[in-house]
């Protein structure tokens, strides 16, 4: 969405502690001589469109209910409002390219690649989450095809839906020790030859297990706990004499970061990830209009993962807890039949069945869409930091 979209005036700076006409009058005194032919009244407006598309977003994130938090559609909303913003963000960097080359412009920008670049490992572990998630569907799968059918319910099919959700449970009980152990530990339960875990238990454990070791693409010693610390370490908003000497532009990278931080954030809370953590500690002043919206978003989140049945879930995406709540009412069920089925009992687990089925139908839906955009967004911070880096080294050393 071009920021041109935008021509509202949005962002006050007046708090931050320059008001924008004050900001307008030095930058034409400042811009005196200046390489760049854009406008300086124009920049000032682009970079309030900027704050306002920013808000916006934010804005309609957290307008949707909580049933609709954390759900796969929400977090691909979410990816959505990343990409946006880091398109606008990258116009105005080099639209205002003279601008921003310059001190302390240049040390803001570079700060934000490398800020960016810790998240490509977050990306990369959430779609090995994603990949986990799909293991666990295929086993909900296996339920369906053993119970959905038009036929009666025997033993025997009961005991193949069992053995499933036996292989479900195990998994995901994996996840959750794998981010509450110590990293040593997790270690070793990641290893690809791991005898005696093998030894000690039973087939099912073991072709899971086997899946899990292969499927994880970051460092065994990794941590998304300590990733997120990285990204958001010495993250404060722009102090007066900063915004002067940029000319404003050190609040829209100052935007950006903090929605970097907050986007790997939400996806390192709603997808398992390695040695997930969500001890992050977002410091906004309210004086930006998108800081609202922003953190009631994190209260919400931080409020549903100490909820009693979510403290120790493998993630809060919430096709994941109803993957446990469908996953366990099957098990209870299947332990109390009697065979043959009663009409009462057959109706019940139909009914059952039936509410698996539409979380699977869910998980097929979302999570290839939910993967290519975080595939996307991969790509892009890729491109973007390139970018950057060819720009800043063509201006730093000219032929």
């Not at 921003?100 to 803001?108: E, G």
């Amino acid at each position: 969405m071009p920021a041109t979209d935008y021509q509202g005036s949005s962002a006050s700076y007046t708090n931050i502690g320059r008001s924008i006409p004050s900001l307008r009058r030095d930058q034409l005194h400042s811009m005196e001589g200046s390489t760049t032919l854009r406008d300086p009244t124009t920049s000032l407006s682009e970079l309030e469109s900027f704050q306002k598309q920013v808000t916006d977003r934010f804005l309609d994130l957290s307008s949707n209910g909580q049933e609709e938090l954390l759900s796969l559609s929400w977090v691909r909303k979410l990816l959505d409002s990343f990409l946006c913003c880091q398109e606008e963000f990258r116009v105005i960097l080099y639209s205002y390219r003279a601008q921003v080359l310059k001190s302390p412009m240049d040390r803001l920008v570079s700060d934000y690649f490398e800020r960016s670049v810790k998240a490509l490992d977050v990306c990369n572990a959430v779609r090995d989450g994603i990949e986990q998630i799909r293991q666990w569907q295929k086993m909900l799968e296996i339920v369906l095809c053993a119970l959905d059918n038009q036929r009666s319910i025997g033993e025997g099919q009961f005991r193949r839906a069992k053995k499933a959700l036996i292989d479900l449970a195990i998994g995901m009980l994996d996840e959750r020790d794998s981010n509450t152990n110590t990293i040593a530990h997790r270690n070793r339960s990641f290893g690809r030859n791991n005898a005696s875990r093998d030894h000690n238990h039973n087939q099912h454990h073991r072709s899971i297990g086997h899946f899990r070791s292969l499927s994880w693409s970051v460092s065994r010693s990794w941590s998304a706990a300590r990733q997120l610390q990285a990204i958001g370490n010495n993250l404060n908003p722009p102090k007066g004499n900063e915004l002067v000497a940029t000319n404003g532009f050190a609040v829209p990278v100052f935007t950006m970061n903090m929605v970097l931080l907050f986007v790997t954030w939400a996806l390192v809370a709603a997808i398992p990830c390695q040695d997930r953590g969500l001890q992050v500690h977002f410091s906004i002043a309210r004086q930006f209009t998108w800081a609202a919206p922003m953190l009631l978003l994190h209260d919400r989140i931080i409020e549903e993962s100490k909820k009693r049945d979510r403290k120790n879930a493998c993630g809060l995406l919430k096709e994941i807890h109803h993957i446990e709540k469908c996953s366990r009412v099957m098990n209870d069920l299947s332990d109390s039949v009697n065979f043959p089925l009663t009409e009462e009992k057959e109706k019940e687990v139909r009914q059952r069945v039936q509410e698996l089925s539409q979380v699977c139908e869910a998980l097929k839906d979302g999570l290839d869409p939910l993967e290519r955009q975080v595939r996307e967004v991969f790509h892009r911070i890729v491109r973007s930091r390139t970018e950057g880096l060819d720009s800043f080294g063509r201006s730093n050393n000219p032929e």
